[in-house]
């Protein structure tokens, strides 16, 4: 009779999750997909005259509404509504961090684009003319910035799992500020590079590989901000314990990509721009 009342449960369970497959995942996909179109364009018509510019830039931010709305109506499906009713499986649980994997994964291949064009620009003469200082103390500052904050997010997540909430709350807040401030940073070097020293990203191949390159960061880094910011909002509401700590979990493993992709972007970019071939 128990075998079967397990049964009953586990045919039940896999019912209630088959009921939840979502389609929010694919719209954000979509979104994502028109953003780079769009953002491809603008750049094609600030290089070239074969495109109007400004029709990029709209398409881009039509791609980023539409991401940011699948995104948005993802997280509300997936772990706000009926949080309180029951806890995910296990094997749910498993499956939301395996899917973020397999999103890292793939983001490896956009990285990959942009820095495949890099390497490719430095096959050719180097320096591709006149390059500003890159390798300065605000980069380093931003950097120290976000290796801190993978820091502070992960013993955010071990003070969570110990039940020791109050650290938990202090930590997920300070990693929301230091992610913050390390978006600031990038807009003043921006300012520094296009309004001091006009090194814009029509400057050159290594310009657009540049900007491209840590503007896609940025972009990540800034995505990473808003869902920090939503499990901060959602802690300050009471939730997440030990064993409800899925958004976490994933939003994490996130977090550490970024800041590791940053990482290999300062050994690559910024201190492989100051060495000659």
């Known amino acids: 009779m128990g075998e079967t009342d397990a049964a009953v449960r586990e045919s039940d369970e896999r019912d209630h999750e088959h009921e939840h497959r979502s389609r929010w995942p694919i719209v954000a996909a979509g979104g994502a997909a028109v953003l780079y179109v769009g953002a491809a364009l603008a750049l094609a018509g600030s290089r070239a005259d074969i495109f109007p510019e400004s029709v990029g830039v709209g398409i881009a931010v039509v791609g980023f509404a ?11 499906e997936a772990f706000l509504s009926d949080y309180w009713a029951s806890a995910a499986s296990e094997r ?3 499956a939301y961090r395996a899917t973020m994997a397999v999103f890292l994964v793939t983001d490896v291949a956009t990285f990959g684009a942009g820095f495949a064009y890099y390497f490719w620009v430095r096959v050719g003469t180097w320096p591709p003319g006149e390059l500003p200082e890159l390798l300065g103390s605000l980069v380093l500052v931003n950097t120290g910035l976000l290796v801190l904050s993978s820091f502070t997010l992960h013993f955010a997540h071990t003070a969570l799992h110990d039940g020791n909430r109050r650290r938990f709350l202090a930590l997920l807040g300070v990693t929301f500020a230091l992610g913050a401030a390390f978006l600031g940073g990038q807009v003043l070097e921006y300012e520094v590079f296009v ?9 050159g191949v290594f310009a657009s590989a540049f900007f491209g390159l840590t503007g896609l960061h940025g972009l990540h880094v800034t995505l990473g901000v808003v869902l920090i910011g939503i499990l901060l ?32 972007l300062v050994a690559v970019l910024y201190v492989g721009a100051e060495v000659s071939l």
């Open 66 to 76: 539409v991401l940011t709305g699948g995104l948005v109506g993802w997280l509300r």
């Open 92 to 94: 749910k649980r498993r």
């Open 233 to 264: 909002w959602r802690a300050l509401r009471g939730q997440y314990d030990a064993e409800r700590d899925t958004s976490v979990s994933t939003v994490s493993l996130y977090w550490h990509f970024v800041d590791a992709v940053w990482l290999f």
């Open 195 to 203: 309004v001091e020293e006009g090194f814009t990203l029509t400057s």
